[in-house]
């Protein structure tokens, strides 16, 4: 506790529990996170496509959970080594994009 992995890493949940579009289960040793892409930004989530968008809208690098093996295109992965204020700037960006992924998703059933 107090030190700067333990400050990221508490960057990394409060960021996450902020969020209306994300989920985590928090990391217990890792120097990583596995947020999950939750309600209307996650309506034909596809990780490949976020961690795309991502790097080409906000230049912010995430790897795509189904990088891990994981059966579900709903998670993505971050390390936890930037220092924690550049931590949650990253996960500003992160929601921008969620929100209007959200945004879109609501449109298109409005009109459906």
Partial sequence: PGGRLHDTRKALIDSCAASE????VPPAGALYG???VVG?????FDDHEFALEML???DVLIVPGTSFNAPYRDHFRVTLLPEAPMLREVFTR???VLSRRAERAQRQSAVA
């Fill in 56 to 58: 080409e809208q906000e």
């Fill in 34 to 36: 596995f947020p999950r």
């Fill in 40 to 44: 209307d930004a996650a309506r034909g």
């Fill in 21 to 24: 579009h994300l989920s985590l």
């Fill in 94 to 96: 992160i929601d921008r």
